[in-house]
């Protein structure tokens, strides 16, 4: 038996099974896919003429086995293999509801691939549910994630700037990248033209100086060359596979096991306590079970739920821990592909940056912050760049011999670009269910997850549109697109609330702790528990509960009272 079992390996269950190792915890990790080597099984050493089709999927491939995952920015040849293929990982999913579910089976999961954008949320995100009515209350508050945002972030290495924002609270920053010359004069006009908004350097988990306890681990200082999403030989970004299992393994406490599908959990009627886990091995289809004294669900926010609703005994018809009935139910995701672009034709001529920085800019929320949000609550921030083509054509820019190359010599005007990201509110009827009739291969039903967007979001999305076209147009930029409506849900790749954290147990399923109601030794820290979405990137939020609930486990354990 094992002192813990920590289900999925990716942004939080590595935490997970690093802070339960450092802990003295025996913590056997299981994954469903297969096992991925750091380093050798990466394609970030490849130059661009070394990757079949410009780096593209061909379109009869991508139809065939990656409909949905090809649909995502960071799917391409260099990263095919670390996206499941649809084909043989089907759900369901309505027409007029539909849900993008962007999934990587494979040890470390999609923290190889995962953008970076490392940012608290703030006390104003723990205290919008309570104050405005939408959802349940959280069971925490800012101040009892704080220190745990401070370890994670000087763990992991976020790079940033202090800006004093209370939308945005600081971190334990290592060196911020700079803006280039004409992101400067972006950020001049908007924070003159728009007071109260703010443009910054976004906040990212890339090493931009590497510190002692960061090369202990074999990670290295950033090459900017912002291929992150094919994993980083030189472990410059953040991955379970980098940095947390590495710290976990060097404790000599953690056993993995890989091709390892959990079924389900088996829960003591008696004791209301977790016994073991079920798992099919991927490749034989065997069952095996396994037991230990307290478990986390670490499985993706649709995977976690997934395990509890398949966890059905005579005691719980609907599925472990929910008598709730809200497993399953507040899916949200942040709107994403709220894009607007423009040409700034008087930004400096004679200027250029070097290397591919592995960030850009980020616009924090304003709208119910500095500025009125209107006839909608919560709020939105924005992600982009300001950049300029040239040194090299493209390959789709046609040309032979010298002139081509005059043409590479020459630098194409400064465009802007800034999309939204704006929060979507819990509903239960944005949910996952089981399917009745139709299974996957392994005799797991097949999911049917219908997610929309509320006239909340929808107004959002209008003012969203609205906010960008004035700010690239207040800088001096002509807009040459702009979307008209948020990409489905699911695409923004931050699902989130399938099993949320609450104080009463009649409208959650896991408590300020992390801590399931109904089963005292089980613990979830994946974006399943999160009660709202903010609009900031979840992951270090994630990780920050994962770190802050294996401390009170180990202590329970240690005192008995788990």
Known sequence: MFDAIVIGSGMSGGISAKELCERGLKVLLIERGKKVEHVTDYNDTQSPWDLPNNNAVPEEELARDYPVQGQCYAMNAATKQFWVKDSEHPYITPEERPFTWIRGYHLGGRSIMWGRQSYRLSPMDFEANAKDGHGVDWPIRYDDLAPWYSHIEKFIGVAGTKENLPQLPDGEFLPGWELNDAEKLFKASVEQNFPGRKVIIGRNANLSQAQPHH??????????????????????????????????????????????????????????????????????????????????????????????????????????????????RNIMDHMYALSTVGIMPDYPKDSYYRGRRPTGIYIPRYRNVTEDGGDYVRGYGYQGAVVRRGGMPDAGTPGLGQDIKNRGREFGPWTAFISGFGEMLPNPENRMTQDEVRKDKWGIPLLNISVGFSENERKMAKQILADGRAMIEGAGGTVVSQSTQPGPPGLGIHEMGTARMGRDPMTSVFNGFNQAHEAPNLFCTDGAVMTSSGCQNPSLTYMAMSARAAHHAAEWMKEGKL
Do not use: W
């Not at 056993?255 to 016994?275: E, F, N």
């Not at 091995?281 to 395990?307: C, H, R």
């Open 215 to 328: 090369e202990e681990l074999g990670r290295t200082s950033c090459q900017n060359r912002s291929i992150c999403e094919r994993g980083c030989s030189f472990g410059a970004n953040h991955s379970s596979l980098s940095s947390s299992l590495p710290a976990a393994e060097r404790t000599g406490n953690l056993t993995t096991v890989t091709d390892a599908i959990v079924h389900s959990l088996v829960q003591d009627p008696k004791t209301g306590r977790i016994t073991s886990v079920r798992v099919i091995d991927a490749k034989t289809m065997e069952g095996k079970t396994y037991e230990a004294k307290v478990f986390f669900l670490n499985a993706s926010t649709i995977g976690t739920a997934q395990i509890l609703l398949n966890s059905k005994s005579e005691a719980n018809p609907r599925g472990l821990c929910n008598k709730s009935d809200q497993v399953g």
